[in-house]
């Protein structure tokens, strides 16, 4: 989750293990990685949505006020216990905090599964079939699990932009990375023309 690197501090650590320490009492790896997937969707609206973004960070609201309006949004929509620590965040004013909580989270995650973030850009989105080829590949060359998070460049005339967590690579990685992307590049171009073609066709 690249948009998360270098901003954890001793205090998001903090939440991010008392978190880590709910799920995995909850359920495991299983309710984990549930978190860690609430934890993203929410960071992803908030840099999607300023406004969204305003109303985390905010110190002019109130703290019964955004409790509410959590409950509101979130309600049903994330696990109890991924609510109730947003609404900790809230009561103990740390929601500011929240991006480097994430990153905090993520990197016990990555620590515990041996996992490694891996962000793709692409001009046109990918699909499942594309992600998991990807996923296979990077996994052969990384020799780690990879967890891929596929986003959209329309500013992007074409290829496949790569970011493998914020660790350095050595060349030889390096050179397999840069190869991989340009065969994917190729590859995932034509399958997503096929797939408007279809669309078209289809409607």
């Known amino acids: 989750m690249s948009d998360h690197a270098g901003q954890v501090d001793a205090v998001a650590r903090v939440y991010a293990r008392s978190l ?52 509101a949004i979130l309600g049903g929509r994330v696990s109890d216990p991924t609510l109730n620590f947003l609404l900790v965040l809230n009561e103990k004013g740390r929601l500011g905090r929240f991006e480097s909580i994430v990153s905090a989270f993520d990197e016990l995650v990555q620590e515990r599964f041996g996992r490694v973030e891996v962000d793709v850009w692409t001009a046109a989105p990918i699909d499942a079939a594309l992600r998991d080829r990807l996923a296979g590949r990077l996994r052969d060359i990384l020799k780690r699990e990879p967890v891929v998070h596929a986003y959209t460049d329309p500013s992007m005339i074409g290829g496949i932009r790569l970011q493998v967590g914020d660790q350095m690579i050595d060349g030889s990685v390096a050179t ?6 340009e065969r994917l590049a190729a590859d995932g171009g034509a399958e997503v023309r096929a797939h408007v073609e279809r669309f078209v066709e289809d409607g």
């Open 20 to 71: 880590f320490e709910v799920a995995e009492a909850r359920g495991g790896r299983g309710a984990i990685e549930e978190t860690m997937d609430e934890l993203e969707a929410i960071s992803e609206l908030a840099r999607q949505d300023r406004g969204f973004a305003e109303f985390l960070s905010s110190a002019i609201i109130p703290a019964p006020r955004r409790a509410a309006s959590l409950r």
């Open 176 to 181: 397999r990375l840069r190869r991989l992307g």
